[in-house]
């Protein structure tokens, strides 16, 4: 296993395909890195030179990828809740944010959302049974 920008990469596979594994980079990025390098599409990284990996390593540094990206979604969503928007809200409810309908579909949201009611009646049933033992 080759390490790029932290992450452990495929021997086995195609360089093009081996870079998808990296967060933040796809088919599209990863076939135009290797187009600039000049690296065969079907060449595997086992077949790779050191002198190779290194310069992937180098163009890669130009994007930003990995902890980098996911720091910049992360704030950027903190950002809208922060402002109380609408997107922010349905973020913070676990909600789906770009319009789409809640009544047959988003399946995933209700689920959630449905624990997170069914724990909140289980508190509050047992702070009443705990008031009630109080006033006999």
């Known amino acids: 296993m080759t390490r790029i920008a932290g992450v452990n990469i495929p021997?086995?596979?195609y360089i093009y395909i081996s870079l998808t594994y990296i967060y933040g980079i796809g088919f599209s990025l990863?076939?135009?890195?290797c187009k600039?390098?000049?690296?065969?599409?079907?060449?595997?990284?086992?077949d790779l030179s050191n002198q190779n990996i290194e310069d992937i390593k180098k163009e890669?540094?130009?994007y930003i990828i990995e902890?980098?990206?996911?720091?910049?979604?992360?704030f950027n969503i903190k950002?809208?809740?922060?402002?109380?928007?609408?997107?922010?809200?349905?973020?913070?409810?676990?909600?789906p944010v770009r319009g789409q309908?809640?009544?047959?579909?988003?399946k995933t949201c209700k689920k959630y959302l449905k624990d997170?009611?069914?724990?909140?009646?289980?508190?509050?049933?047992?702070?009443?049974n705990e008031k009630q033992k109080k006033r006999k």
């Open 11 to 13: 021997n086995n596979k």
């Open 30 to 33: 990863s076939k135009k890195i």
């Open 36 to 46: 600039c390098l000049n690296i065969n599409l079907n060449t595997k990284v086992s």
């Open 60 to 62: 890669l540094n130009k």
């Open 67 to 74: 902890n980098d990206l996911k720091r910049i979604n992360y």
């Open 79 to 95: 950002k809208l809740i922060d402002l109380g928007s609408y997107r922010g809200i349905r973020h913070k409810k676990h909600l």
């Open 101 to 106: 309908r809640t009544r047959t579909n988003a």
């Open 116 to 128: 997170k009611i069914i724990k909140n009646k289980f508190i509050k049933s047992k702070v009443l």
